[in-house]
């Protein structure tokens, strides 16, 4: 398939995502990125999912719509680094399938696993914690990403923060628990 046709499927298969995800919001404050005080923040909360979700494991690693989430996001975030004209639409296409990530997941085949769980719970942790965390370490983190010597998009300090991020995880399943026993 060429480019151009790929972009146009692409395109398609994004429209129709964001109106379903519209016609499921009772306002936009639905959006997970609603309160994002910038488009820097929400680029960095799908760094940390990005990173954090590198050491999943099991049959959800494997599952299409992670696979095609994390490859969106890593060429979002290359063409954020270099502040290419498709930065935007790439970032829109993103927010789209991020946003739509819980619809696919309750309607997963995986959906008792534990794994799903925990791809929700990463999630919610790296949409609220990108939000929501200080001026100062967002900053350093945004500054930190960069390219390694392969030319792959590389988030150094992230990835440094995985013990106490998982920490996070594992209280959101906690929590996730808690719910669902009530």
Known sequence: MEK????????QMIGQMEQKLHESWSSEEDSLFYYHRSED??????????VMT?????????????????LYQEEMLDAYL???????????YCN???EYLPMILNGSHLRSEKDVRK?????????????DMDEELA???????????????????????IPRLM?????EMESFSQRQNH
């Open 139 to 161: 900053n350093a983190l945004l500054d930190d990403m960069d390219f390694d010597r392969y030319g792959k998009v590389k988030c150094r300090k992230i990835e440094g923060m």
């Open 4 to 11: 151009i046709e790929l972009m146009a499927v692409r395109k």
């Open 82 to 92: 270099q502040d290419t004209e498709d930065f935007p639409e790439m970032l829109h």
């Open 119 to 131: 791809l929700a719970a990463i999630a919610v942790v790296a949409a609220g914690y990108g939000g």
């Open 54 to 70: 590198q050491s999943l494991k099991g049959k959800i690693r494997q599952e299409k719509f992670l696979l095609l989430l994390r």
């Open 96 to 98: 789209i399938i991020y």
């Open 167 to 171: 920490k996070m995880v594992e209280g």
């Open 41 to 50: 923040r929400i680029v960095l909360s799908h760094a940390l999912f990005w």
